[in-house]
Protein backbone atom coordinates (compact mmCIF):
# COMPACT_ATOMS: atom_id res chain seq x y z
CA UNK A 1 0.00 0.00 0.00
CA UNK A 2 0.96 3.50 -0.84
CA UNK A 3 2.00 5.99 2.13
CA UNK A 4 -0.38 8.82 3.06
CA UNK A 5 -0.61 11.97 4.93
CA UNK A 6 -1.59 9.76 8.25
CA UNK A 7 1.65 7.53 8.56
CA UNK A 8 3.48 8.29 11.31
CA UNK A 9 7.04 7.23 11.75
CA UNK A 10 6.74 4.06 12.90
CA UNK A 11 3.80 2.51 10.49
CA UNK A 12 5.02 -0.43 8.73
CA UNK A 13 3.74 -3.11 5.76
CA UNK A 14 2.97 -5.19 8.80
CA UNK A 15 0.41 -2.53 9.95
CA UNK A 16 -0.96 -1.86 6.47
CA UNK A 17 -1.78 -5.74 6.64
CA UNK A 18 -3.43 -5.93 10.10
CA UNK A 19 -5.06 -2.56 8.86
CA UNK A 20 -6.58 -4.21 5.58
CA UNK A 21 -8.48 -6.94 8.25
CA UNK A 22 -10.19 -4.62 10.54
CA UNK A 23 -11.01 -2.34 7.86
CA UNK A 24 -13.83 -4.46 6.85
CA UNK A 25 -14.87 -5.32 10.45
CA UNK A 26 -14.75 -1.53 11.25
CA UNK A 27 -16.87 -0.58 8.35
CA UNK A 28 -19.24 -3.41 8.61
CA UNK A 29 -20.16 -1.77 12.43
CA UNK A 30 -20.67 1.57 11.23
CA UNK A 31 -23.03 0.84 8.22
CA UNK A 32 -25.16 -1.54 10.52
CA UNK A 33 -25.15 1.26 13.25
CA UNK A 34 -26.35 3.62 11.01
CA UNK A 35 -29.05 1.06 10.00
CA UNK A 36 -30.39 0.52 13.48
CA UNK A 37 -30.58 3.86 14.59
CA UNK A 38 -32.82 5.09 11.36
CA UNK A 39 -30.37 5.29 8.81
CA UNK A 40 -31.23 4.49 5.39
CA UNK A 41 -27.98 1.80 5.27
CA UNK A 42 -28.99 -1.96 4.37
CA UNK A 43 -28.90 -4.60 7.68
CA UNK A 44 -25.28 -6.02 7.49
CA UNK A 45 -27.03 -8.34 10.30
CA UNK A 46 -24.43 -6.82 13.08
CA UNK A 47 -25.37 -9.27 16.36
CA UNK A 48 -27.49 -7.46 19.11
CA UNK A 49 -24.73 -7.04 21.35
CA UNK A 50 -22.73 -4.74 19.67
CA UNK A 51 -25.56 -2.58 18.58
CA UNK A 52 -26.57 -2.40 22.41
CA UNK A 53 -23.18 -2.06 23.91
CA UNK A 54 -23.02 1.28 21.03
CA UNK A 55 -26.41 2.11 22.59
CA UNK A 56 -25.78 2.07 26.42
CA UNK A 57 -22.84 4.42 25.60
CA UNK A 58 -20.20 1.52 25.83
CA UNK A 59 -18.91 1.88 22.33
CA UNK A 60 -18.99 5.13 20.32
CA UNK A 61 -21.57 5.40 17.75
CA UNK A 62 -21.05 7.60 14.82
CA UNK A 63 -24.11 10.19 15.21
CA UNK A 64 -26.27 11.83 12.33
CA UNK A 65 -23.61 14.89 12.02
CA UNK A 66 -20.78 12.26 11.87
CA UNK A 67 -19.05 12.65 8.46
CA UNK A 68 -19.22 9.89 5.98
CA UNK A 69 -16.63 6.58 6.60
CA UNK A 70 -14.43 7.73 4.11
CA UNK A 71 -13.73 10.71 5.94
CA UNK A 72 -13.29 8.44 8.85
CA UNK A 73 -10.90 5.95 7.26
CA UNK A 74 -7.43 7.66 8.21
CA UNK A 75 -8.30 7.96 11.88
CA UNK A 76 -9.31 5.03 12.26
CA UNK A 77 -6.58 3.37 10.18
CA UNK A 78 -4.63 5.81 12.47
CA UNK A 79 -5.63 4.84 15.95
CA UNK A 80 -5.43 0.88 14.96
CA UNK A 81 -2.10 1.22 13.80
CA UNK A 82 -1.13 3.05 16.78
CA UNK A 83 -2.67 0.44 18.99
CA UNK A 84 -0.40 -1.93 17.28
CA UNK A 85 2.75 -0.04 17.79
CA UNK A 86 1.97 1.36 21.58
CA UNK A 87 -0.88 -1.28 22.71
CA UNK A 88 1.69 -3.41 25.49
CA UNK A 89 2.55 0.22 26.63
CA UNK A 90 -0.62 1.97 26.59
CA UNK A 91 -2.83 -0.77 27.19
CA UNK A 92 -5.60 1.49 27.73
CA UNK A 93 -6.49 5.30 26.45
CA UNK A 94 -4.90 7.90 29.04
CA UNK A 95 -3.52 11.27 28.67
CA UNK A 96 0.15 10.34 28.19
CA UNK A 97 -0.77 7.99 25.08
CA UNK A 98 -3.09 10.94 23.88
CA UNK A 99 -0.58 12.89 24.12
CA UNK A 100 1.91 10.83 22.28
CA UNK A 101 -0.69 10.24 19.28
CA UNK A 102 -1.29 13.82 19.09
CA UNK A 103 2.49 14.21 18.29
CA UNK A 104 2.54 11.81 15.62
CA UNK A 105 -0.37 12.96 14.29
CA UNK A 106 0.96 16.14 13.32
CA UNK A 107 4.63 14.94 12.34
CA UNK A 108 2.77 12.90 10.12
CA UNK A 109 1.45 15.87 8.11
CA UNK A 110 -1.63 17.22 9.20
CA UNK A 111 -0.98 19.67 12.22
CA UNK A 112 -4.76 20.73 11.61
CA UNK A 113 -7.56 18.41 12.39
CA UNK A 114 -6.30 16.69 15.70
CA UNK A 115 -9.10 17.50 17.57
CA UNK A 116 -11.68 16.61 14.68
CA UNK A 117 -10.30 13.27 14.62
CA UNK A 118 -9.11 12.30 17.93
CA UNK A 119 -12.35 10.47 18.43
CA UNK A 120 -12.10 8.26 15.91
CA UNK A 121 -8.61 7.47 16.60
CA UNK A 122 -9.77 6.72 20.32
CA UNK A 123 -12.29 4.40 18.98
CA UNK A 124 -10.21 1.97 16.71
CA UNK A 125 -7.31 2.41 19.30
CA UNK A 126 -9.56 1.01 21.54
CA UNK A 127 -11.41 -1.55 18.85
CA UNK A 128 -7.84 -2.53 18.10
CA UNK A 129 -7.49 -3.44 21.93
CA UNK A 130 -9.71 -6.06 21.88
CA UNK A 131 -8.77 -7.45 18.70
CA UNK A 132 -4.90 -8.09 19.77
CA UNK A 133 -6.04 -8.87 23.27
CA UNK A 134 -3.63 -6.73 24.82
Same mark, same amino acid.
Given at each position: ?18 W #? ?5 ? *???? $????H ?6 ? /? ?17 IPG????AY ?9 G? #???E??? *???? $? ?10 K /? ?8 D ?19 Q?
Amino acid at each position: MATDWYDASWWTEDHDSSW #GRTKAAL *RRDW $EQTKHDFGGKSP /DLGQDVPDTIKQAAGKERIPGAAQPAYEECEPALRFGH #GACEHYG *RQYP $EWNDSLETQLRK /DWSASGDLSDWNRNRHSVRWAYEYALKEFQL
